[in-house]
């Protein structure tokens, strides 16, 4: 059982600084998203943030 070479291939994927305006949607309209998504899982965010508040004060 010798050794055996294996070929391997990276790829490495990177943005260009001209096309870095595409990221601007992500952080769009931030807070909106967020009350959004918390007030549909209220319940799941107060079970979350019940046990941290409690901790630290």
């Given at each position: ?27 769009k ?29």
């Open positions: 059982m010798g050794k055996q070479i294996v070929p391997v291939k990276s790829v490495v994927y990177a943005l260009s600084p001209f096309q870095q305006k595409i990221m601007t949607g992500l952080w309209d931030l807070p909106t998203k967020i009350h959004h998504k918390v007030s549909e899982n209220w319940i799941s965010a107060t079970l979350l943030l019940a046990p941290l508040v409690g901790t630290y004060t």
